[in-house]
């Protein structure tokens, strides 16, 4: 009978919607609650298109209705949705208080609430905003890009990076700069990426500033003054940080966080507390090192194969082991940078990215999510 365990999944995101949707494909005997922020699914991986190239992307191809695109075929005794954000977590009473003022008991709970970052703060979501404003921070950010004539962005990562190259090609008459902190662009990286990333940009018309931070007050998404470590001070009509991401933790216990903020969870990718029993913790939120979506698919099958040991007391317990990653990075819509993790860090060519990744992955969001579509 569905029904008799209640695995409580908290965020609806590729962590949280692909355990729910495995949990129901794989375990008899159980009933999922989903809660979330939003009652919308947002493939944020195309930020930086839909937010830099509003026309080029209906917004119904990147934010998705989660409970009738993802768990139509199951009954209200198998999958309940809940439209909430969790405030408050009591692990010794197993029960989770929404802002709803309603209270959910669980038996094995799931946290998959991610991040967001400084720049869902100044209004550009590159992720869910915090509170349920996704379509309206969308078109808002898509507007004041549009209004501005330069545009700063700080940061060396991959988010400043494809940000500076869509606005790039999505305006060519607007001055975008980047600004980046390390002395050289995706320091993540070998020198090799740091430099085709730096002369894609430079091709395509983005001025960058290398070595150089941005004063901390400043970085608030504020037309105004932008000062710099050097003393300099520049003026912009919008400024994206596109640094600084923030764990979604307000409601967990802060002896379950690391020191950063991140719910500490084993290879098992059960939460490391010898006082917690049934939480697990996966995605962004956790603090395992590669915040990546492709990284999810992986911690999704550790995660529900342990789940399934500890409700039917069969199988093996399964361990995350991560691997090397790798980043594919579109700058502008005909070529980018990527780098292979797992093959000795070789550099792709540039045609080959954006023949990768050159849309953002959008017509393909559930294939490189694995969510699948009911
Ligand atoms: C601009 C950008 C581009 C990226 N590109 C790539 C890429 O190309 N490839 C890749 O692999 N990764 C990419 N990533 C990383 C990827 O987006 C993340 O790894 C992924 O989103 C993490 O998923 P998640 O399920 O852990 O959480 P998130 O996607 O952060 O979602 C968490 C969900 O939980 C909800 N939530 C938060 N708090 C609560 C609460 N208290 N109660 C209820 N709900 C809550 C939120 O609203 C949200 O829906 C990119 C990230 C950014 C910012």
Same mark, same amino acid.
């Given at each position: 009978?569905?029904?008799?365990?209640?695995?409580?999944?908290?965020?609806?995101?590729?962590?949280?919607?692909?355990?729910?949707?495995?949990?129901?494909?794989?375990?008899?005997?159980?009933?999922?609650?989903?809660?979330?922020?939003?009652?919308?699914?947002?493939?944020?991986?195309?930020?930086?298109?839909?937010?830099?190239?509003?026309?080029?992307?209906?917004?119904?191809?990147?934010?998705?209705?989660?409970?009738?695109?993802?768990?139509?075929?199951?009954?209200?005794?198998?999958?309940?949705?809940?439209?909430? @954000?969790? @405030?408050?977590?009591?692990?010794?009473?197993?029960? +989770?208080?929404?802002?709803?003022?309603?209270?959910?008991?669980?038996?094995?709970?799931?946290?998959?609430?991610?991040?967001? @970052?400084?720049?869902?703060?100044?209004?550009?979501?590159?992720?869910?905003?915090?509170?349920?404003?996704?379509?309206?921070?969308?078109?808002?950010?898509?507007?004041?890009? !549009?209004?501005?004539?330069?545009?700063?962005?700080?940061?060396?990562? !991959?988010?400043?990076?494809?940000?500076?190259?869509?606005?790039?090609?999505?305006?060519?008459?607007?001055?975008? @700069?980047?600004?980046?902190?390390?002395?050289?662009?995706?320091?993540?990286?070998?020198? $090799?990426?740091?430099?085709?990333?730096?002369?894609?940009?430079?091709?395509?018309?983005?001025?960058?500033?290398?070595?150089?931070?941005?004063?901390?007050?400043?970085?608030?998404?504020?037309?105004?003054?932008?000062?710099?470590?050097?003393? $300099?001070?520049?003026?912009?009509?919008?400024?994206?940080? !596109?640094?600084?991401?923030?764990?979604?933790?307000?409601?967990?216990?802060?002896?379950?966080?690391?020191?950063?903020?991140?719910?500490?969870?084993?290879?098992?990718?059960?939460?490391?507390?010898?006082? +917690?029993?049934?939480?697990?913790?996966?995605?962004?939120?956790?603090?395992?090192?590669? $915040?990546?979506?492709?990284?999810?698919?992986?911690?999704? !099958?550790?995660?529900?194969?342990?789940?399934?040991?500890?409700?039917?007391?069969?199988?093996?317990?399964?361990?995350?082991?991560?691997?090397?990653?790798?980043?594919?990075?579109?700058?502008?819509?005909?070529?980018?940078?990527?780098?292979?993790?797992?093959?000795?860090?070789?550099?792709?060519?540039?045609?080959?990215?954006?023949?990768?990744?050159?849309?953002?992955?959008?017509?393909?969001?559930?294939?490189?999510?694995?969510?699948?579509?009911?």
């Amino acid at each position: 009978m569905p029904g008799e365990n209640h695995i409580v999944v908290i965020g609806g995101s590729f962590g949280g919607i692909g355990v729910a949707q495995n949990v129901l494909a794989s375990i008899p005997n159980v009933k999922i609650t989903l809660i979330n922020t939003s009652k919308d699914w947002y493939f944020n991986i195309a930020a930086a298109r839909i937010l830099s190239k509003p026309n080029s992307t209906p917004l119904d191809k990147i934010i998705f209705p989660i409970k009738d695109n993802f768990f139509s075929k199951y009954s209200a005794t198998q999958f309940e949705f809940i439209h909430a @954000t969790a @405030t408050s977590l009591d692990t010794k009473a197993k029960t +989770v208080t929404l802002s709803t003022s309603q209270s959910i008991t669980y038996d094995y709970l799931v946290i998959a609430t991610g991040s967001h @970052t400084a720049a869902v703060v100044s209004g550009i979501p590159f992720k869910q905003p915090i509170t349920d404003t996704l379509h309206d921070s969308i078109q808002s950010a898509q507007t004041r890009i !549009a209004n501005a004539s330069t545009i700063v962005i700080g940061g060396s990562g !991959a988010a400043a990076i494809e940000m500076a190259g869509e606005l790039a090609e999505g305006y060519p008459n607007k001055k975008v @700069t980047v600004i980046s902190g390390s002395a050289r662009l995706l320091p993540v990286l070998g020198e $090799k990426a740091s430099a085709v990333a730096l002369k894609r940009l430079h091709k395509l018309g983005v001025k960058v500033l290398l070595g150089v931070r941005v004063l901390e007050n400043n970085q608030s998404g504020k037309k105004g003054p932008i000062e710099l470590d050097t003393g $300099k001070v520049i003026e912009a009509d919008l400024y994206i940080p !596109a640094v600084g991401v923030i764990p979604n933790n307000s409601f967990i216990p802060p002896a379950l966080l690391d020191a950063a903020g991140y719910l500490i969870t084993s290879p098992e990718q059960t939460v490391s507390s010898p006082a +917690v029993s049934g939480v697990y913790g996966i995605g962004d939120i956790t603090n395992n090192p590669s $915040k990546m979506a492709s990284t999810i698919t992986q911690q999704i !099958a550790v995660t529900v194969a342990n789940l399934k040991n500890d409700i039917e007391k069969t199988g093996t317990r399964k361990a995350f082991k991560p691997e090397k990653t790798t980043l594919v990075i579109p700058i502008g819509s005909k070529g980018g940078v990527a780098e292979m993790g797992d093959f000795g860090g070789i550099v792709l060519w540039s045609w080959l990215v954006s023949l990768i990744k050159g849309n953002f992955f959008i017509s393909l969001a559930f294939t490189i999510s694995g969510l699948k579509k009911q």
